[in-house]
């Protein structure tokens, strides 16, 4: 077998294997779109027709709309994976006056030449519609590789045409492609320089999925907000160095099981929502929130004194009290009790004050609830309201 004859079988049996990989990924969920596995068949189809001739005007024809339509699923497969906005009007009208005039050149003209010129401008337009929607789009450097990558296949689109149209003296019979200069350089092209394109993909894609599924395993599906495991690796990341000072919160809607026993459990987690969205805008964007489970939230607020902690709690409480509860099914306001504890930094003080705000939020339960109560470090209550030293059994809500 000759050096011409690999060149021909290997971009159809690579694309092959990518477009396998893609419906894999697909079918098994971890990519949402099926589009890049059949813009990656329809490449290796094409391939497959330049080497087997049927007929040349079929072949030529066929050609261009397979790959047409590829540019299209590549598009598509961008702009879904970036989530903008998917350009249907501008790219229908593409491939409205594109297939007539392909039609035209084929079977009327019968030139093989502005055949491949309009296929490839035809795919560079295609195409270059969903990279210029997405470019902007781009924050990972694996996300950025891809628009690269896709870059480097319109380049690649662009020269070719120009060269082999307007600088070269190629056979304008359709009959003549599968031997054709032009047929070389583009199995050469896409081996060398375009197969960057379907790995890139594949990996910014994998990578997405793997990072989608880190988060989902870290965020509480009802609220958004991080569960206990995603709280703690979220400060971990951030504060790889040491845990900074600052305040722990630990809050508890007031009396919930009444809640969800008179009102049915729809209310009960419209009551947890409700408090989940006030902690999210209270604490600000430095602080760390999370849903602990059931109707218990914990926060972390770094560099804040325990004063100004209190506050922001006090802020929550009144916030969640004073918000329309009939307008959510309810005739009576939902309240929510804390514990406000400071955090000194050290490597077990984050989990010390979180136990000492246990503490601290039961005995907000027992002098009535619907109060903050801080505690020193080692679990002290005290409340300037009242005098809370006996600390309320695990049982009170």
Known sequence: MGA???IAYVPRALFSIVALAFLMLWRTGMITSWHWAAGFA????GFVLSTFSIQPMFDAFSSGMVFIGASWCYGSGLLIYFDAPRLRAARTGLIVIY???LAYLVFVEQSLVWQLF???VGFALMLGMAVSAVARRAARRIDMALVAASGIVLLDSVLRTAFFTFFTDSSNSLGDFAHSAYNLAVHVSTISVCMVFPFTALGAIA??????????AETDHLTGLFNRRGFETAIKRDHASGIPSGVALLFDIDRFKQVNDSYGHEVGDRAIVQLADTLRHTTGATGYVARAGGEEFI????????????TIANLVRVSLEERDWKMLGLDRPVTVSGGAVEV???PDALRHAFRSADSALYAAKSS???RIVSASILGAPYDGQADLRPVLPRSVA
Do not use: C, W, Y
């Open 99 to 101: 297939t007539p005039t």
């Open 207 to 216: 990578s997405a999925a793997i990072e989608r599924h880190r988060k989902e």
């Open 299 to 310: 926060a972390f607020l770094p560099h804040v004194t325990l004063g100004q902690g209190i």
């Open 42 to 45: 329809q490449t290796a189809l």
């Open 368 to 370: 009535g609830r619907n």
């Open 4 to 6: 011409s004859n690999i």
């Open 118 to 120: 309009l296929t490839d």
């Open 344 to 346: 000194t930094s050290g």
